[in-house]
């Protein structure tokens, strides 16, 4: 299973960054938003942030999956990405 994770994830980052332009700057923000979190040493902010984060990450890469595996369903994969 990881290897199919490690072999996709090229293809969801770019189907992630082309969604929305702006995408990989937001994504940069927000992950500084983390690091002044963590530097500042607020735990409950910087908790906060890296759960949104998180949550935010599964949702757009399942998306992603979902999409790769409506478009290439005989690109050789052996199986579907699960969910």
Known sequence: ML??????????RAMVYSNIADRKS???DF???????IERQDEDSASALMRDHITRAARQANEAIDRINSLEPA???QEQMPV
């Open 3 to 12: 290897d199919s994770i490690f072999t996709l994830m090229p293809k969801i």
């Open 26 to 28: 937001t994504a940069l």
């Open 31 to 37: 992950h500084r938003e983390i690091f002044d979190a």
């Open 75 to 77: 690109a050789g994969l």
